[in-house]
């Protein structure tokens, strides 16, 4: 059974880093494709960064520059660095697979907020 666990939100201040991770279990991630996600109080879920299995990397406009998506093969963990955070970065982050079949698979999200 695959399974998406994310920790690492919090709050911090405008301008400040976190490191946002998705442990997987039940998958390999080595070879999938993995997305993040967020959602703000009454917006839609949007989308944020992707990493596919072959390293190649995907990012909304939004974080470009800012955000980075990473993957330990090791850990079977993907990670998301979030640097020179902004207060619309506020959310809940949420990573996905999406299983051959077309399965969506969701972690639980974890809390970002950002504000002084």
């Known amino acids: 059974q695959v399974q998406l666990v994310e920790s690492g939100g919090g709050l911090v201040q405008p301008g400040g880093s976190l490191r946002l991770s998705c442990a997987a279990f039940?998958?390999?991630?080595?070879?999938?494709?993995m997305g993040w996600y967020r959602q703000a109080p009454g917006k839609q879920r949007e989308f944020v960064a992707a990493?596919?299995?072959?390293?190649?990397?995907n990012y909304a406009d939004t974080v470009k520059g800012r955000f980075t998506v990473s993957r330990d093969n090791d850990k079977n963990t993907v990670y998301l660095q979030m640097n020179s955070l902004k207060p619309e970065d506020t959310a809940v982050y949420y990573c996905?697979?999406?299983?051959?079949?077309?399965?969506?698979?969701w972690g639980q999200g974890t809390q970002v907020t950002v504000s002084s």
């Open positions: 996905k697979y999406n299983s051959v079949s077309g399965r969506e698979y």
């Open positions: 039940g998958i390999v991630l080595r070879t999938k494709t």
């Open positions: 990493i596919t299995g072959g390293g190649s990397t």
